[in-house]
């Protein structure tokens, strides 16, 4: 599977995080398409095609979803355990992106069955290097699931 067909779906509630989260995908040459959610409601609804996603079309599955866990309404660890505990959504790859380096995040999103677990670089040259990194570990090296709506 080429990294082109391979849609990414980012969980971020700040709107300065969301903007330079896609200038370090666009920099990093990763040919990604990319859709956005501001938190973990909204990101169930886009998984479950409800509400303004209801529209299939509109919200096509995703083959990775970049989660932050600190968000309202629903945090991103809520949102996680949703997702791992549901047969149809539990396969698509999930890395946890925040800012947070405390053992208990860490620990409790692997516990919630987390893929990675990465801390978010201060600066925008890190945080594009990181996502380089995560590109060319999750686009060229990893095998992911196939990105159909149902499990066997």
Known sequence: MSDESIRILLAEDDPDDRLLTRQA??????????????DGEELMQYLRHEGPYSDPE???RPGLILLDLNM??????EALKLIKSDPALRRIPII???TSEAE???LQSYDLGVNAFVTKPVTFDGLADAIQALGDFWFEI???????EETE
């Open 72 to 77: 309202p309404r629903m945090d991103g660890r």
């Open 58 to 60: 509109d919200a096509p």
């Open 25 to 38: 995908l666009k920099r990093s040459r990763l040919a990604n398409t990319i859709s956005m959610v501001e």
């Open 104 to 106: 208990q995040d860490i």
């Open 96 to 98: 946890v992106l925040t």
């Open 142 to 148: 990893v095998k992911l699931p196939p990105q159909y």
